[in-house]
């Protein structure tokens, strides 16, 4: 019986956990020779209503930039755009489908070397954040060449010297762009994330045993 409690609880942390994770930054690139992007990614196991969410960079400011209905419910594990060149132009030099959303251009928050990204929700409270500076070792230098950000990583506020560029044909996919820059923007290849249907199917059939073993008890 014990044991059973045990292996429930651990199971219901590690679900909580991985749907407390929503949406994260998962991938960023600054100053490229066609754009700069930051890629938001649906890490939950469930649709996320992004609408009037907000962007700021080191301004840390709610509403500097609102999303409005952009990106409107982004599903479990699906991964949107923010750009600084209108959202088709940036399509094509990516060679992406109108299904990805793209939000641009962005004129009024451009990243720099040293900066930093908020996300906020449509209420203004923080979801996340990621500070970076290359020259004091605050992750690498995401000029023309994008980062993705471990799922191991996803969540920390600073970036870390040990996260890689993007090269053609990286472990997360990467190519170049017809403007010549380097990343793999629209999907995030660092994590799988769980499904609503098999989460269920977990619990259900933690809640039979559990049953089961109450039952042969009494």
């Known amino acids: 019986m014990k044991r059973v409690l045990v292996v429930l609880s651990i199971l219901l942390g590690l679900a909580v956990s991985a749907n407390a994770q929503g949406i ?3 991938e960023w690139m600054y100053s490229g020779t066609g754009c700069e992007f ?12 992004m609408t009037d969410w907000s ?16 990106f409107g419910v982004v599903n479990a594990g ?3 755009i923010l750009t600084d060149i209108n959202a088709d132009t940036f399509r094509t030099q990516w060679g992406l489908g109108a299904s990805v959303k793209v939000y641009g251009p962005n004129s009024n928050s451009n990243l ?16 996340d954040s990621l500070v ?18 471990p799922s191991s990583n996803l969540g920390l506020t600073t970036a870390s010297s040990s996260w890689t560029l993007a090269s053609a044909g990286d472990v997360y996919g990467s190519w170049a762009s017809t403007a010549g820059d380097l990343g793999n923007p629209g999907t995030y290849y660092g ?11 977990i619990f259900t059939g933690l809640t039979g045993i559990f049953g089961f073993t109450v039952r042969r008890r009494k």
């Open 24 to 26: 994260q930054i998962t």
């Open 55 to 70: 962007y700021s960079d080191s301004d840390a400011a709610p509403f500097d930039l609102v999303f409005g209905s952009v």
């Open 78 to 80: 699906e991964s949107v």
């Open 191 to 201: 994590a799988t994330v769980p499904e609503p249907a098999g989460m269920l199917a």
């Open 38 to 49: 930051v890629e938001f990614t649906n890490m939950s196991a469930f649709a996320i209503d």
């Open 132 to 149: 970076y500076d290359d020259s004091t070792g605050k992750g690498p230098r995401t000029q023309g060449k994008s980062c993705t950000i």
């Open 112 to 127: 720099g070397r040293s900066d930093a990204i908020n996300l906020y929700d449509a209420y203004g409270s923080l979801v």
